[in-house]
């Protein structure tokens, strides 16, 4: 198990969100962006739209997800 903050995840808080796998933790990380988007968290909000915007172009998320899966592999285990 690895644990990363939301920041760490390009989010907006200091909540460790915690995976066995990088897919896990995108999926932790993306139900957390969820819940706080339905809170109306304005800080989260912000983040969510910038990386959405950048999620139209496909080079883009190729290099987001090799960054998050090079930062991922570098984390220690819990």
């Not at 920041?7 to 957390?32: F, Q, R, V």
């Amino acid at each position: 198990m690895k644990s990363m903050t939301c920041k760490e995840l390009y989010g907006a808080c200091d909540l460790l969100i915690h995976g066995e796998t990088a897919e896990e933790m995108m999926e932790n990380s993306k139900k957390h962006g969820m819940e706080m988007f339905s809170k109306g968290d304005q800080d989260h909000i912000k983040v969510m739209e910038a990386m959405k915007h950048n999620m139209d172009d496909p080079e883009e998320v190729k290099k987001w997800m090799a960054d998050f899966e090079a930062r991922f592999a570098a984390q220690p285990e819990d």
